[in-house]
């Protein structure tokens, strides 16, 4: 069974669901860890309610990225992890870290990718006045959230939507994604080949996913 490392800031509620779905059976992977760096981080108190290591190294500790990545590298190296899963990881990641975890880091993004790179993607979805909205898995590349892309889902933006209506319809949707693209991964059925995505033949179609009121 493959060993994940999963890195949080704060909730961790895709953290959550990683677990439930391990715990349901659906997710054949051992959560070696869960690191945060921040301290007060909610998803630690989760993690470690749900018996799972917890670390925290706070990034306020130290003086530059560089340093900061070679002891979050270090400490995730302990636990030898086949992927490394960024789930509400809210830290920009220096180039030597993403190649030393080069196909086997996904991050997941709440936006259709390669639109609404970086924050507030909601916000700016509203402002643009885009109907589509969603969310992607990516493998983590050096360019922020500009990975290849795994798999999306979709949902429309509806008349009288907020940002927190679309935040949280869209976490909906994030909570299915994630544990289906760490699944995929887990069963050797996802890989990251000359840079792109190669999924199992049987997979292609479900690398989308459309909420009802879009169908
Ligand atoms: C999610 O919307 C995720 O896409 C983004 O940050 C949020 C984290 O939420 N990167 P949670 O900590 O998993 O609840």
């Known amino acids: 069974m493959k060993n994940i490392v999963i ?5 961790g509620s895709n953290m959550e669901a990683l677990i439930a779905a391990r715990d349901a059976g659906n ?14 981080a909610k998803g630690l108190e ?6 799972i290591v917890t670390h925290y190294i706070d990034h306020k500790g ?19 992890p086949d992927l490394v899963v960024l789930a509400g990881f809210m830290r920009i990641l220096t180039e030597g870290f993403v190649r030393h975890y080069e196909g086997r880091l996904l991050n997941i993004h709440p936006s259709l990718l390669p639109s609404f790179p970086g924050l507030h993607t909601h ?8 109907r ?3 969310c992607t898995v990516h493998f983590v590349t050096a360019e922020l959230d500009h990975g290849p892309v795994v798999i999306q889902a979709a949902i429309p933006v509806l008349d009288g939507d907020t940002e927190e209506s679309l935040a949280a319809r ?27 995505v190669r999924l199992a033949a049987d997979l292609r179609d479900d690398t989308v996913l459309i909420a009802p009121e879009l169908r």
């Not at 994630?178 to 995929?184: E, H, I, K, L, S």
């Open 62 to 80: 130290f003086a530059g990225r560089e340093a900061f990545d070679a002891a979050l590298a270090e400490c995730i190296d302990m636990f030898s």
């Open 132 to 134: 589509i909205h969603g």
């Open 46 to 51: 989760t993690a470690a309610k749900a018996g």
């Open 170 to 196: 869209i976490l909906r949707q994030e909570h299915k994604v994630y544990p289906q693209a760490v699944r995929w991964f887990a069963e050797d059925k996802l890989s990251l080949v000359d840079g792109k």
């Open 123 to 130: 916000q700016r979805a509203l402002e643009e006045g885009v």
């Open 7 to 11: 890195l949080i800031s704060g909730r």
């Open 27 to 40: 997710l054949p992977v051992n959560i070696a860890a869960v690191i945060s760096n921040r301290p007060d």
